[in-house]
């Protein structure tokens, strides 16, 4: 039995269908990062587990106990707010140790905890400061702070880094991470950036309209997605996608013997019918002898260089280390895809393996 | 610029005429109530202090004054208990039926006092309130509510309400977000709907003319009734000018404990 399990969670708003019907399972001590495009639900599932939000249906438990029965504010849930949320007129220390003050922790225990925390998320010295005089990435630190001295058994946190800049990003996301597993703080977080995604989670879900579209590693859900979805939403560029009509691409026929040249797959792997090929801008490289393609755009971002060119009679994107070879728009090329990197897909979307 | 000049001039002087205009009755009052003619004269006779004394030697002032301000602060604390939680109930329940209920709650402030009264007095007849000081203070409530939700509304219109959430998560309770998290972040709104309740019921003659009975008579309605029977009386003079020194002075003690001004 996982650490929290999560089973057919059900949740509507009046007539909009927000949870359908979801599965989840985070085990202990790990962080996992729930992925999604806006508005799929990311934030309403951790009101559910928080018990900011009853559900429709399902059910939920916590380290073997059965959750939606605990009132909020006994399940000891940690819970970061997108905007911080924190208490206006209260002070750093004050607003840090509410949780504390309510259980009516004594007053040692309280001192002791504070200090540990504080030290914790680096804010020693401003214990009497307004929390409206506080940088975006102190205030951050604060609304962590104060839902850790509570030892949560499970922390959430909705964007916790969304208002921060980006040089602010990478050394907070790194913090928080370190601080998690210093702890050994059992995590779910919600973010809409991959980076972070890849970086932060031990595990990583991916969630469409209400469901769970895929979960796994890192490593894994970019490398191995199940379907045409997983694979679009990760990876920056994005996955090339080419659609085939019964041998036909963009009405170019290119049989099977041709395709298994190209993908490096078995002819006998290569459906009949509709299909979708996806191959990632990483894994095409030039190649004399290749496909011919015409370049349409060039652009250069730092290290790589996107040459994007109509492959086909599709668009595709070809990412290449900037300044190994001149491309140049209008001109000529003859790309390959790298062997064993395609990805097929069928009409549905979903993955022939 | 020379222009520019000539309005922010222009601007000057109106605001000084405005506000000559609202200190001029009372800096009458102040210098009048130690007028020693009885009559009505400006600029003042002779100095006195005898309508001072008379006012202190005069029971019905003083009984007047202590019902008007028991009638006051029952009222605001009352109107605060039931309209504090109403707010609240419009603000977390937000359906139609909650926008109805708070414009039907904000009604008493659009109706002509007089008329709202007539039909007080008839329904007070009937269920005996008449001249009680339940009567007295439910209808000063009534006066006093829609203040108060308006102000309170408004207050919690700026609250963050994943505060509140954030609160429930470290622990506490619903009645105990409420306190600690609710209260303090519609502290403006309660302490300038107070201030402003206070003053209404204070100052209320309509409603407190036609119920207040014989019993319940506050310090309004004793003034004007003093005024219809016998004319401009000094004694209401020197009773004004101790009450206008009072508020002053309430208003300056509030300002410097609670800053209320800054909430305005
Ligand atoms: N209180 C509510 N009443 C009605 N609909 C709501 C409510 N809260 C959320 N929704 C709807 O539920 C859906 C999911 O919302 P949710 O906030 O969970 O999305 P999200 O995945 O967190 O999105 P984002 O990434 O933009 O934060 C959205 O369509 C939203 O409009
Ligand atoms: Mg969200």
């Given at each position: 039995m996982s650490f929290l399990e999560i089973r057919g969670i059900v949740k509507d708003?009046?007539?909009?269908?927000?949870?359908?019907?979801?599965?989840?399972?985070?085990?202990?001590?790990?962080?996992?990062?729930?992925?999604?495009?806006?508005?799929?639900?990311?934030?309403?599932?951790?009101?559910?587990?928080?018990?900011?939000?009853?559900?429709?249906?399902?059910?939920m438990t916590l380290d073997g106990k059965n959750l939606l029965e605990v009132p909020v504010e006994d399940r000891g849930i940690g819970f970061v707010f997108q905007k911080y949320a924190l208490f206006p007129h209260m002070n750093v220390e004050e607003n840090i140790t509410f949780g504390l003050k309510v259980r009516k922790v004594g007053k040692d225990e309280i001192k002791k905890r504070l200090d540990d925390v504080l030290e914790l998320v680096e804010l020693k010295g401003y214990e009497k400061r307004k929390v409206s005089e506080l940088s975006g990435g102190q205030q951050q630190r604060v609304a962590l702070a104060r839902a850790l001295i509570i030892k949560p058994k499970l922390m959430l946190l909705d964007e916790p880094l969304s208002n921060l800049d980006a040089k602010l990003r990478t050394s907070v996301r790194v913090n928080i991470?370190?601080?998690?597993?210093?702890?050994?703080?059992?995590?779910?977080?919600?973010?809409?950036?991959?980076?972070?995604?890849?970086?932060?989670?031990?595990?990583?879900?991916?969630?469409n309209e209400g469901k769970i579209s895929q979960e796994g590693r890192p490593k894994d859900i970019y490398f191995d997605p199940d379907n045409l979805f997983v694979a679009e939403f990760l990876g920056s560029p994005k996955i090339n996608v080419l659609k085939v009509e019964s041998g036909c691409m963009n009405g170019i026929n290119v049989?099977?013997?041709?395709?298994?040249?190209?993908?490096?797959?078995?002819?006998?792997?290569?459906?009949?019918?509709?299909?979708?090929?996806?191959?990632?801008p990483e894994y095409i490289a030039p190649a004399d002898d290749g496909i011919k393609g015409k370049i349409e755009h060039v652009e250069i971002s730092g290290a790589d260089t996107n040459v994007h060119m109509e492959l086909l009679g599709s668009g595709c994107v070809m990412r290449v280390s900037s300044g190994s070879v001149e491309y140049s728009e209008g001109n000529d090329?003859?790309?390959?895809?790298?062997?064993?990197?395609?990805?097929?897909?069928?009409?549905?979307?979903?993955?022939?393996? | 610029m020379k222009e520019k000049k000539l309005w922010g001039n222009i601007n000057a002087v109106v605001a000084l005429l405005v506000l000559l205009f609202m200190l001029v009755p009372i800096i009458v009052i102040f210098v009048n109530s130690f007028n020693s003619s009885q009559f009505f004269s400006f600029p003042p006779e002779g100095f006195t202090l005898k309508w001072y004394e008379r006012f202190l030697e005069n029971r019905e002032y003083k009984t007047a004054i202590a019902v008007s301000l028991k009638i006051a602060t029952l009222s605001v604390l009352v109107a605060l208990l039931l309209g504090i939680p109403a707010s609240y109930g419009i603000y977390r329940w937000k359906s139609p039926?909650?926008?109805?209920?708070?414009?039907?709650?904000?009604?008493?402030?659009?109706?002509?006092?007089?008329?709202?009264?007539?039909?007080?007095?008839?329904?007070?007849?009937?269920?005996?309130?008449?001249?009680?000081?339940?009567?007295?203070?439910?209808?000063?409530?009534?006066?006093?509510?829609?203040?108060?939700?308006?102000?309170?509304?408004?207050?919690?219109?700026?609250?963050?309400?994943?505060?509140?959430n954030a609160a429930r998560t470290l622990g506490a309770t619903s009645g105990k977000a409420f306190l600690k998290i609710v209260l303090p972040a519609i502290k403006p709104g309660v302490i300038i709907s107070a201030i402003f309740g206070f003053m209404v019921s204070f100052n209320d003659v309509t409603i407190s003319t036609f119920i207040a009975g014989t019993k319940n008579l506050t310090y309004p309605v004793r003034m004007?009734?003093?005024?219809?029977?016998?004319?401009?009386?000094?004694?209401?003079?020197?009773?004004?000018?101790?009450?206008?020194?009072?508020?002053?002075?309430?208003?300056?003690?509030?300002?410097?404990?609670?800053?209320?001004?800054?909430?305005?």
């Amino acid at each position: 039995m996982s650490f929290l399990e999560i089973r057919g969670i059900v949740k509507d708003f009046d007539d909009t269908k927000v949870l359908q019907g979801l599965d989840l399972d985070v085990e202990e001590k790990d962080i996992l990062v729930l992925l999604g495009p806006s508005g799929c639900g990311k934030t309403t599932l951790l009101r559910i587990i928080a018990g900011l939000l009853d559900p429709d249906s399902g059910s939920m438990t916590l380290d073997g106990k059965n959750l939606l029965e605990v009132p909020v504010e006994d399940r000891g849930i940690g819970f970061v707010f997108q905007k911080y949320a924190l208490f206006p007129h209260m002070n750093v220390e004050e607003n840090i140790t509410f949780g504390l003050k309510v259980r009516k922790v004594g007053k040692d225990e309280i001192k002791k905890r504070l200090d540990d925390v504080l030290e914790l998320v680096e804010l020693k010295g401003y214990e009497k400061r307004k929390v409206s005089e506080l940088s975006g990435g102190q205030q951050q630190r604060v609304a962590l702070a104060r839902a850790l001295i509570i030892k949560p058994k499970l922390m959430l946190l909705d964007e916790p880094l969304s208002n921060l800049d980006a040089k602010l990003r990478t050394s907070v996301r790194v913090n928080i991470v370190r601080i998690l597993k210093k702890l050994g703080i059992t995590a779910i977080m919600v973010t809409h950036d991959q980076v972070e995604a890849m970086t932060m989670g031990d595990k990583v879900v991916l969630m469409n309209e209400g469901k769970i579209s895929q979960e796994g590693r890192p490593k894994d859900i970019y490398f191995d997605p199940d379907n045409l979805f997983v694979a679009e939403f990760l990876g920056s560029p994005k996955i090339n996608v080419l659609k085939v009509e019964s041998g036909c691409m963009n009405g170019i026929n290119v049989g099977k013997e041709m395709l298994s040249k190209w993908t490096g797959l078995d002819e006998r792997a290569i459906p009949d019918g509709t299909f979708y090929l996806g191959v990632r801008p990483e894994y095409i490289a030039p190649a004399d002898d290749g496909i011919k393609g015409k370049i349409e755009h060039v652009e250069i971002s730092g290290a790589d260089t996107n040459v994007h060119m109509e492959l086909l009679g599709s668009g595709c994107v070809m990412r290449v280390s900037s300044g190994s070879v001149e491309y140049s728009e209008g001109n000529d090329v003859a790309v390959a895809f790298r062997s064993g990197s395609c990805y097929l897909f069928d009409s549905s979307g979903k993955r022939i393996r | 610029m020379k222009e520019k000049k000539l309005w922010g001039n222009i601007n000057a002087v109106v605001a000084l005429l405005v506000l000559l205009f609202m200190l001029v009755p009372i800096i009458v009052i102040f210098v009048n109530s130690f007028n020693s003619s009885q009559f009505f004269s400006f600029p003042p006779e002779g100095f006195t202090l005898k309508w001072y004394e008379r006012f202190l030697e005069n029971r019905e002032y003083k009984t007047a004054i202590a019902v008007s301000l028991k009638i006051a602060t029952l009222s605001v604390l009352v109107a605060l208990l039931l309209g504090i939680p109403a707010s609240y109930g419009i603000y977390r329940w937000k359906s139609p039926v909650s926008k109805v209920l708070s414009s039907l709650f904000l009604s008493p402030l659009m109706l002509p006092g007089i008329v709202w009264a007539i039909g007080l007095i008839q329904y007070y007849s009937i269920v005996n309130l008449t001249g009680t000081t339940a009567g007295l203070v439910a209808a000063h409530i009534i006066l006093i509510l829609p203040y108060v939700i308006r102000l309170v509304l408004s207050s919690l219109s700026y609250l963050d309400f994943d505060t509140v959430n954030a609160a429930r998560t470290l622990g506490a309770t619903s009645g105990k977000a409420f306190l600690k998290i609710v209260l303090p972040a519609i502290k403006p709104g309660v302490i300038i709907s107070a201030i402003f309740g206070f003053m209404v019921s204070f100052n209320d003659v309509t409603i407190s003319t036609f119920i207040a009975g014989t019993k319940n008579l506050t310090y309004p309605v004793r003034m004007y009734v003093e005024l219809r029977t016998e004319g401009l009386d000094p004694l209401a003079v020197a009773v004004s000018a101790v009450i206008m020194a009072f508020t002053i002075v309430i208003a300056l003690l509030a300002e410097k404990f609670w800053s209320w001004s800054k909430y305005l």
